[in-house]
């Protein structure tokens, strides 16, 4: 079946410095992939939303020059936290959609992110 | 925009019996994809069962199975012989089938935490 990759599954960091997260699509090509972001015993909340080879489409509210996401290949998309503060810690997942919705939406493992 | 609702923020089930989980949502489209998704502790989102809006057969998978009432707006989630993996926040999530802006997004409900007791 398909699988996503993410890297790394966990992350510490200094606050003001950056972290890049990165997700790979192992067995398929993901045209489009998705990155949420999940509070404690909360929801996932879409951030953003990218096509390979293009600007990602950002939602209302998250700041595209905080959260670079950069998505030049079929199968690798990456999100970084740039300046990261504490208030941006929380869990990031990456979801990808193939070319075909036969299966849906595969989910990356989820990165949870410790900003110290 | 579409909205989904989980009503049940929590729910426990014992061992071996079956649990419901409710979900209804609201939209204007009318060719859509309905999602159950299984969160386990360790917060890999896999998914469960999946309805498409035109098929009026409702979806199974092996225990799971869903109750979809489209006039309704209801998507229901039956579990059956419960067992203790499936102790998990389940989610259920809608995605429109169109092309364009915003297209392919899911939206999710705020889960329902089931416990499975032995």
């Known amino acids: 079946g398909a699988v996503v990759s993410q890297h790394p599954s966990w992350v510490i960091c200094k606050s003001g410095t950056s972290v890049k997260i990165e997700c790979r699509s192992l067995?398929?090509?993901?045209?489009?992939m998705f990155w949420y972001r999940q509070f404690p015993k909360q929801s996932l909340m879409l951030m953003a939303t990218?096509?390979?080879?293009?600007?990602?489409?950002?939602e209302q509210g998250v700041e595209k020059d905080k959260f670079l996401i950069n998505h030049a290949s079929l199968t690798l998309s990456t999100l970084t936290v740039t300046s990261a503060h504490p208030e941006d810690s929380s869990f990031y997942i990456c979801s990808a959609r193939g070319r075909s919705m036969l299966y849906g939406y595969t989910f990356g493992s989820g990165t949870r992110l410790t900003v110290v | 925009a579409q909205t989904v609702t989980q009503s049940q923020p929590e729910m426990s089930v014992q061992e071996a019996e079956t649990v419901t989980l409710s979900c209804t949502y609201d939209t204007s489209e009318s060719n859509y994809y309905l999602f159950w998704y299984k969160q386990p502790p360790s917060r890999q989102m896999i998914l469960v069962i999946r309805?498409?809006?035109?098929?009026?057969q409702n979806a199974t998978e092996n225990r799971f199975s869903v109750n979809f009432q489209k006039a309704a707006k209801s998507f229901s989630l039956k579990i059956s012989d419960s067992q203790l993996g499936d102790t998990a926040m389940y989610f259920c999530?809608?995605?429109?089938?169109?092309?364009?802006?915003?297209?392919?997004?899911?939206?999710f409900g705020k889960g329902t935490k089931l416990s499975v007791i032995p």
């Open positions: 067995d398929f090509q993901a045209t489009t």
């Open positions: 309805q498409e809006a035109y098929k009026q």
């Open positions: 990218s096509n390979e080879g293009s600007k990602a489409t950002y």
């Open positions: 999530a809608f995605m429109a089938a169109y092309s364009g802006a915003g297209s392919y997004q899911l939206t």
